[in-house]
């Protein structure tokens, strides 16, 4: 079983930047790939970026392409979300999740380990 902790979320003015961490602990994979999803309230839960083992192919919606960028660091188990030029649109809970593969997949079925999520609130 794996354990994900999310940190990093806040209140941040539109335009200002976050950048979100994910720590994996217990029985831990380098070889599946991670992502992370959001849920705005109200609405489904949506991908947002991922990210190959080794970090050589990344993935993003195009709602956050070139404004985030996703990263991961496997000799600290950890996986990262930099936000940059966010938006009120951004706000939600961002989950990071591990996939059941070692290739990035936009749904979230193929992900089998999540986090409790951390909350990101974008003012205006």
């Known amino acids: 079983q794996v354990q994900l902790v999310e940190s990093g979320g806040g209140l941040v003015q539109a335009g200002g930047s976050l950048r979100l961490s994910c720590e994996a602990s217990?029985?831990?994979?380098?070889?599946?790939?991670m992502g992370w999803f959001r849920q705005a309230p109200g609405k489904e839960l949506e991908f947002v970026a991922g990210i190959t083992w080794d970090g050589g192919d990344t993935l993003y919606a195009d709602s956050v392409k070139g404004r985030f960028i996703i990263s991961r660091d496997n000799a600290k188990n950890a996986m990262y979300l930099q936000m940059s030029s966010l938006k009120p649109e951004d706000t939600a809970v961002y989950y990071c999740?591990?996939?059941?593969?070692?290739?990035?997949?936009?749904?979230?079925?193929?992900?089998?380990?999540w986090g409790q999520g951390t909350q990101v609130t974008v003012s205006s």
């Open positions: 999740a591990v996939s059941t593969r070692a290739t990035v997949y936009y749904r979230a079925t193929y992900y089998g380990s």
């Open positions: 217990g029985r831990t994979s380098t070889s599946h790939a």
